[in-house]
């Protein structure tokens, strides 16, 4: 069973800096343009991750204005301006359980490896994986003996398949394309976003979210700091806690400074994208706001479709090809827009079925002719 781990600590390198001069076989002093940001017991990363000579180093000691010394030496040559980052980590640790994401991860005997920079990912080979098995990884500073947390769950099936991960290799299993995964998952979450939209559209409660938000006092708005915030569907206030009341909408400009309003039948109104104001503001309050939620995008691997789209999940491998037929890597226009139709049409589909929220009410009404009884209509 193959385990891997992305390789992405250079998103977040204490420093970057590119070589001075040229390094060698051997090296292990290195000049760099500058050291901001680079400190002993971390690691030094020559070149950019996924190159085929790039390498990681550990600094032994605390680097001056432009060299840096690593305890081990070079196994490549590195000519000059060759990219160079400051990382938290140099191995990956494999956690194991036997039981499944039910049980409890240990590390595994061997399991510490070293970042594999010259790839994408680097790669764990468990030979003595069972279909009980999960796994789980995390970065490690073999110096300084500090690991970050643990990853999402690995489990023996793979990706499931409305998961950001199962999503992503699907579409990536139908081209051969240079394209890194990143790409592809921004490709998802794009569609993620536009099919949210039309649930949203239908009006039918989909993607929905709540929050309270307080007022001190009397003071008459609040901000609604929630990031999936799109609009308000309903609004119920109180002063006490204990007794809520349904709030009317009114518009920013549609009440008269003299006028007076009741705290058993308030009113609120909106200004700007995400400031909420209340009437009467006369004692300290809450406004409970159900709203459309712009949803929550996947961004780990496990992450997984919400439930009201997951029959619609060709769509995410049909909206990703139409993009990667456009990747300067493929450049099928033809294929692009073949893919891109297929993708709407599913998405038009989407929006249309699920408007009928309960299955259960009168969708359709049957006509009898009374006098060809054999013979009904159906009028839906």
Known sequence: MLIRTKNNLTDFALGKSYLAISGTVGQSVWNLKNTDGFKKDYALQLGETGEEMTEILMLSGTPGPVLGTTSGTARYTHPADTPTYCLYYNKVKVYKSDVGTAGTSDIMTGGTVDIQPGQEYTIFNDTSAVSTDAWQTAFNNSVLDVT?????????????????????????????????????????QEWQQEMNNGAVKVSKD????????????????????????????????????????????ITYNGYYPEETFNETAPRFYFRGDNVIGRLPANSSGTARVAYDSSGTLMTSDSDLLPLNMRPYWKSFIDYQLARAYRHPSIADRTGAEKMEQQAYALKDRFIKEITPRDQSSIEAVQIVNTELLDNAEWLW
């Open 148 to 188: 970050s947390s643990k990853s999402d769950w690995i489990p023996f099936e793979g990706y499931q398949a409305y998961s950001l991960g199962g999503l992503r290799e699907r579409a990536k299993s139908n081209v051969n394309a240079d394209i890194a995964d990143d790409t592809w998952n921004g490709w998802i």
């Open 206 to 249: 989909y993607s929905m979210g709540t929050v309270d938000v307080a007022f001190a006092g009397n003071a008459q708005e609040g901000t609604i700091t929630n990031e999936d915030f799109m609009k308000s569907r309903r609004v119920w206030m109180t002063n006490d806690g204990t007794s809520w009341y349904r709030a009317i909408h």
